[in-house]
Nanobody, 117 residues
Framework: QVQLVESGGGLVQPGGSLRLSCAVS????????MGWYRQAPGTSRELVAE???????NYADSVKGRFTISRDSAKNAVYLQMNSLKPEDTGVYYC???????????WGQGTQVTVSS
């Protein structure tokens, strides 16, 4: 049984930093991409960053240069380093393991990030 558990969210002032972690239990094939999504109140969930073995990372335009996604296969974990945080980065951040078409995807339960002074 695959489970994804996010941690590291919290309240931070504008300009501050947070590091989110996604601990993966169970076996996920290496060809799955791992991503971070966020959802602000009243909006749909959006992709923030994703990483795929052998293909590098992709970022939403709004976070390029500020956020960095990384994957530690030995620890079975994915991280999102968030710097220069802005109030518009506020939302619930979800970790996702994304498989090819017609395969099962996996989501974590989310962690709240609030950027406010």
């Amino acid at each position: 049984q695959v489970q994804l558990v996010e941690s590291g969210g919290g309240l931070v002032q504008p300009g501050g930093s947070l590091r989110l972690s996604c601990a993966v239990s169970g076996s996920i094939p290496p060809y799955y991409s791992m991503g971070w999504y966020r959802q602000a109140p009243g909006t749909s969930r959006e992709l923030v960053a994703e990483i795929r073995t052998g293909s590098g990372a992709n970022y939403a335009d709004s976070v390029k240069g500020r956020f960095t996604i990384s994957r530690d296969s030995a620890k079975n974990a994915v991280y999102l380093q968030m710097n220069s945080l802005k109030p518009e980065d506020t939302g619930v951040y979800y970790c996702k393991a994304d498989g090819p078409p017609f395969s099962r995807d996996f989501w974590g339960q989310g962690t709240q990030v609030t950027v406010s002074s």
